[in-house]
DNA sequence: GCTAAAATCACCCTTTTGGGGTGATAAATC
DNA sequence: GATTTATCACCCCAAAAGGGTGATTTTAGC
């Protein structure tokens, strides 16, 4: 028994899992408790394992890393977890750190990078390489070519808020007839005619 | 003249401004082209100026940085705007990036880290510090001890995207007084007893 | 295997909201 | 000076929301 930090390596390309294993075993103060080719084969172990850190892909036989997030997070709730993976589109990195990664990595990181990063996590930090800090604040980055007035973005953000137009027009203090002519043009612009097209359309083009 | 990459920092602190000016200053490639220390007195040399990257300050008497985003992004539609600043609060990270800023780092980052910024920014990138990406980061972690269940909370988030009870019957293939029936506890469990407050309450503590 | 929670559906009821149509006016912006 | 924006008024009706009550069937936890 050492006060090395207990990692666990779940990845299903056995080169890649190797390949991490091994960097991390070089590393002074690290232990490298087990490695899995899935979740569902690591699933049973990981209490016994009890380990700080897990590194998971997210793309793996059975259930995915995503889904393994939370319930990893059950089972070791004090266990930080890093994505480790070459996917990256803006929705698999949402519901990744949404399920409650520490971190996010591709998998053209450095050696270097991983180590900090393990480092990091446990010193209470996210990391995220630059690709994925791009994607998250793409996603930030509002439409500047929107067609809707800041009045009408204004409404309609309040709308896909939930608000009635009733309540928009008192917090505005303004009539409810100017809200809904607001609205109307709203739907004019975004060429939709019902509430849920609209929020959808303005999300979809960053609008709101 | 020369294939530099043309800088010019904004940033009141003379010492900071010095500072950054001397660090990139030594790099091979970069051109400082003027150094100010505010907004207002950078605002009608931008355009002569040329720069490619902006490095701001957010707090500047005057025209804050945040405000200076779009009107630098108006001037120089293709100057990458990178934030340097001490205060890292959610509102004024969000503000920020919202606003069009293309990287958004510390203070306390290192050298290497502010060089590497740069230089990420004009591949297209974004860039963040650690600790920006910490709060970012934080602020998508969803409440893991949410009292809603798996379909309680699937169903708010279709009433947050605008749609109506039937549609969300239609989407999950289940009937429109299921869904009533889901509605009813949502709103008993967040002890609200409307759409808005319910959406308002579920965002707060970030059960969707 | 028992029990509690979750998910499903069926009715009742009334009020609110939404969306379509048409038109007008003042203010701001270009 | 013309266009856009923001403001308000009135018509209509169908749709949706929300409150109440109760029941059945899975699922999940112990």
Same mark, same amino acid.
């Given at each position: 028994?050492?006060?090395?930090?207990?990692?666990?390596?779940?990845?299903?390309?056995?080169?890649?899992?190797?390949?991490?294993?091994?960097?991390?075993?070089?590393?002074?103060?690290?232990?490298?408790?087990?490695?899995?080719?899935?979740?569902?084969?690591?699933?049973?172990?990981?209490?016994?394992?009890?380990?700080?850190?897990?590194?998971?892909?997210?793309?793996?036989?059975?259930?995915?890393?995503?889904?393994?997030?939370?319930?990893?997070?059950?089972?070791?709730?004090?266990?930080?977890?890093?994505?480790?993976?070459?996917?990256?589109?803006? !929705?698999?990195?949402?519901?990744?750190?949404?399920?409650?990664?520490?971190?996010? &990595?591709?998998? =053209? +990181?450095? $050696? #270097?990078? /991983?180590?900090?990063?393990?480092?990091?996590?446990?010193?209470?930090?996210?990391?995220?390489?630059?690709?994925?800090?791009?994607?998250?604040?793409?996603?930030?980055?509002?439409?500047?070519?929107?067609?809707?007035?800041?009045?009408?973005?204004?409404?309609?953000?309040?709308?896909?808020?939930?608000?009635?137009?009733?309540?928009?027009?008192?917090?505005?203090?303004?009539? !409810?007839?100017?809200?809904?002519?607001?609205?109307?043009?709203?739907?004019?612009? &975004?060429?939709? =005619? +019902?509430? $849920? #097209?609209? /929020?959808?359309?303005?999300?979809?083009?960053?609008?709101?």
């Amino acid at each position: 028994m050492n006060d090395n930090l207990r990692i666990v390596i779940i990845e299903d390309d056995e080169v890649l899992r190797l390949g991490y294993q091994q960097l991390l075993f070089d590393i002074d103060g690290f232990s490298i408790v087990n490695t899995y080719a899935s979740f569902d084969l690591a699933k049973s172990q990981l209490k016994a394992d009890a380990p700080q850190v897990i590194l998971l892909d997210i793309n793996m036989p059975g259930t995915s890393g995503i889904e393994a997030i939370p319930e990893i997070k059950k089972t070791l709730p004090n266990c930080y977890v890093i994505i480790l993976t070459v996917f990256d589109s803006p !929705e698999v990195v949402f519901e990744a750190l949404n399920m409650g990664a520490d971190g996010y &990595l591709t998998k =053209n +990181s450095s $050696s #270097e990078k /991983i180590v900090e990063a393990v480092k990091d996590v446990c010193g209470g930090g996210g990391v995220m390489s630059i690709n994925i800090a791009r994607i998250v604040m793409s996603s930030f980055q509002k439409n500047l070519n929107s067609p809707l007035t800041k009045r009408e973005t204004e409404i309609l953000k309040r709308i896909a808020a939930g608000q009635t137009k009733i309540q928009i027009a008192e917090d505005l203090f303004i009539d !409810e007839n100017t809200v809904r002519s607001h609205v109307k043009n709203i739907y004019i612009k &975004l060429d939709v =005619n +019902s509430k $849920s #097209e609209a /929020i959808k359309a303005a999300k979809n083009n960053r609008f709101i």
